[in-house]
């Protein structure tokens, strides 16, 4: 079954049929990854290229690896070794590398909405990889895949979302796919962190869950972090992006770690099982303790393994899809 959409711009748009099939066919991807020659020729003859205009290690490395994996020719551009340093705007610069007929264009950029433009002039698939503070699609499918393989459902599941939450692209796509997939989500930050205008917006994104064809996920905000924790099933932990802060949001790291930080005492509160996230890359002693990240509950580093089987499945299903299992 082909997922039925050109491009993949956001957790918005896809029904949860969607979201189910390119969960479904990452499964089915996952142990390529585990084989001693991890390469399949699925997409052979197909050529993906990976435009970055932000800096990247696990994103761009895992649309590159799982391009690779399917035997994709995989091109990396960023923007310093662009023609956009000399002036060329993002556009022409996605015209010029369409004429040499790439079937996929994964784009990484700090203006929200970058991802839909291209997608508007042209014939190749766009994948986001991330656009401002607005949506990063593919790390919340990657973190969706990691709750389910360790907590085998989400329905029903209470997730803590917690840390620099306007600006983070993270929050907003995971708010839409876990609630979609009935999750009862809790974001939690500093109130300048996670202003009125904001918590309005996300809870517009709860009422409308339901209408979506979700499964009745809800939606709530907290600046009080041990509200956040208490009962947790998963508790995911955001980076203060310091980037794309133009004032100071609070006084100080430590202050901001005494007040919002994941330390092993603030962890009593939730379940006893709850699982550690983080969409990385990580600030040990800003928003999380380095014992609580590589302590045994944290699936951080899991969740870039499922990276890698998540971007297989979007560029595939971008590709065509069907066929799939006569092929490896
Ligand atoms: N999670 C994430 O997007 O990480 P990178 O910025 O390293 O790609």
Redesign the pocket.
Known sequence: MPLRSKDLLGIEDLSLEQIQLILDTAESFREISTRPIKKVPTLRGKTVINLFF????????SFEIAAKRLSADAINISASSSSVVKGETLVDTARNLEAMAPDVIVI?HASSGAPHQLARVCRAAIVN??DGAHE?PT?ALLDAFTILENKKTIEGLKVAIVGDIAHSR?ARSNCLLLGKMGARVTVCGPPTLLPLEFEKTLCRYGSDLAGQGGRGGALTVTHQIDEALQDADVVMMLRIQLERQQEAFFPSVREYFRYYGLSAKRMRAARSDAIIMH???INRGVEIDSDVADGPYSVILDQVTS?VAIRMAVLFLLTGGAGKEEEH
């Open positions: 932000e800096a990247s290690t696990r994103t761009r490395t990484r990889a991330g990063h790390q993270v969409p990385g890359p990276g």
